[in-house]
């Protein structure tokens, strides 16, 4: 399939409204408690919430970052008293995480921001067929995007 001009000049101004959209919005959700909390400690932190057995290795993989980012983002975690490594129970010559109280409050908060922000974008669908399509269609991109 060919891609017409008109199609880049029309999603790239979509684009460009949606972020703009979007940055107003988290400005507005978003405390002073997210900043300089980076998008792989927010992952990280949300792994480990969801998953307390998980090994670092399987953070990584899933993340899909090397093991030197992934251990600089462990580290950053540390010192902010968000996180803690721990001997693995499932696997004890690898190394787990537990979310500190600060941690869990912080990987919480992120989730009432993520769902705020989730429903806004699925709530402006009229249909359960446009948000199937639409979920369809962004993994489509998502996937297709290498």
């Known amino acids: 399939m060919e891609i017409k001009k008109e199609h880049i000049k029309m999603l790239d101004s ?8 979007m940055n107003n919005f988290n400005v507005e ?3 002073t408690y997210f900043q300089g909390v980076t ?4 992952s990280i932190l949300g792994i480990v919430g969801e998953s307390p057995d998980v090994i670092l290795k399987e953070i990584g993989e899933q993340l899909q970052v090397p093991a030197s980012t992934l ?16 001997i693995s129970k499932r ?8 979310l500190t109280d600060e941690g869990r ?5 992120h989730e009432k921001a993520e769902q705020i922000t989730w429903n806004k974008i699925l709530g402006t669908l009229e249909s359960d067929e446009e948000v ?6 962004m993994k489509k991109i998502a996937e297709g995007i290498k």
């Open 14 to 21: 979509l684009m460009h409204l949606f972020y703009k959209r």
């Open 29 to 31: 959700i978003n405390s």
């Open 39 to 42: 998008s792989i400690e927010i």
């Open 71 to 86: 251990t600089n983002a462990v580290d950053r975690l540390e010192n902010r008293n968000l996180l803690m490594r721990s």
């Open 91 to 98: 696997d004890r010559r690898s190394f787990g995480l537990i």
């Open 105 to 109: 409050k912080l990987y919480q908060e």
């Open 132 to 137: 199937e399509l639409f979920l369809s269609l």
